[in-house]
């Protein structure tokens, strides 16, 4: 059994819906926390994912090696694989709308705001975001073997190595507060490890928009 139940992280996206982004976020956070108390992090920044094709940003609000809860999409549509996993998933739509396929589906599913999305361990589904999609995901399974699939493509083809390191300081982080609120007798090592990894997430949060150099500042070298 997992810390989290499916059925009331689905009930809690459910509370986001025909609310404007991103008061949405915040409504689905705020209504699983009144489930799990002080169990989840609402400061870690959203972060880019790119796996499987597909390019989507996420917010996570818990982590450990067996699940995790966090909040992705896109506003512009994307792509691709989901992976074959060790862990089970789900997602609830809060917004757009998304396609899915398994193998040997010749039509595909179509997912709307408040339908729930089950890929389960071993399987596998070819996906497509649309005009842009939001959802909320439970993940429940061996977290750490997908972490090879959510970090390949950002270091060996995007050479994005920013949104990598990000990703790894930002799940050892919440790792680190998992183990000692379930292990109190850890939290004197937890405790700093976490400190330790959220001060690199934020340290490596890029602007929030990047301004053009004007011509006049631009100096050509000879």
């Given at each position: 059994?997992?810390?989290?139940?499916?059925?009331?992280?689905?009930?809690?996206?459910?509370?986001?819906?025909?609310?404007?982004?991103?008061?949405?976020?915040?409504?689905?956070?705020?209504?699983?926390?009144?489930?799990?108390?002080?169990?989840?992090?609402?400061?870690?920044?959203?972060?880019?994912?790119?796996?499987?094709?597909?390019?989507?940003?996420?917010?996570?609000?818990?982590?450990?090696?067996?699940?995790?809860?966090?909040?992705?999409?896109?506003?512009?549509?994307?792509?691709?694989?989901?992976?074959?996993?060790?862990?089970?998933?789900?997602?609830?739509?809060?917004?757009?709308?998304?396609?899915?396929?398994?193998?040997?589906?010749?039509?595909?599913?179509?997912?709307?705001?408040?339908?729930?999305?089950?890929?389960?361990?071993?399987?596998?589904?070819?996906?497509?975001?649309?005009?842009?999609?939001?959802?909320?995901?439970?993940?429940?399974?061996?977290?750490?073997?997908?972490?090879?699939?959510?970090?390949?493509?950002?270091?060996?083809?995007?050479?994005?190595?920013l949104t990598a390191v990000q990703t790894f300081s930002l799940y050892t982080d919440l790792i680190a507060q998992s183990?000692?609120?379930?292990?109190?007798?850890?939290?004197?090592?937890?405790?700093?490890?976490?400190?330790?990894?959220?001060?690199?997430?934020?340290?490596?949060?890029?602007?929030?928009?990047?301004?053009?150099?004007?011509?006049?500042?631009?100096?050509?070298?000879?």
């Amino acid at each position: 059994m997992g810390r989290f139940d499916p059925d009331v992280v689905h009930q809690c996206a459910l509370e986001c819906l025909g609310k404007p982004k991103p008061q949405m976020f915040d409504a689905f956070a705020n209504a699983l926390a009144a489930h799990y108390p002080n169990t989840l992090d609402f400061s870690q920044p959203w972060v880019y994912s790119i796996a499987g094709g597909a390019m989507i940003q996420m917010k996570l609000y818990y982590a450990s090696t067996s699940e995790y809860i966090m909040i992705w999409g896109t506003p512009i549509g994307s792509e691709g694989h989901s992976g074959r996993h060790f862990a089970g998933f789900w997602d609830t739509v809060i917004d757009g709308e998304t396609w899915y396929y398994a193998e040997g589906q010749f039509e595909k599913t179509i997912y709307k705001p408040g339908d729930r999305i089950y890929v389960g361990p071993g399987q596998a589904r070819g996906m497509n975001f649309t005009d842009g999609v939001w959802a909320v995901e439970y993940a429940r399974g061996f977290i750490p073997f997908s972490v090879p699939f959510g970090v390949n493509e950002e270091i060996l083809i995007c050479v994005d190595y920013l949104t990598a390191v990000q990703t790894f300081s930002l799940y050892t982080d919440l790792i680190a507060q998992s183990f000692g609120q379930r292990l109190g007798i850890f939290r004197p090592i937890t405790k700093p490890v976490s400190w330790v990894a959220h001060k690199i997430t934020q340290k490596l949060e890029p602007a929030p928009e990047v301004k053009e150099i004007p011509k006049k500042n631009i100096r050509w070298f000879k």
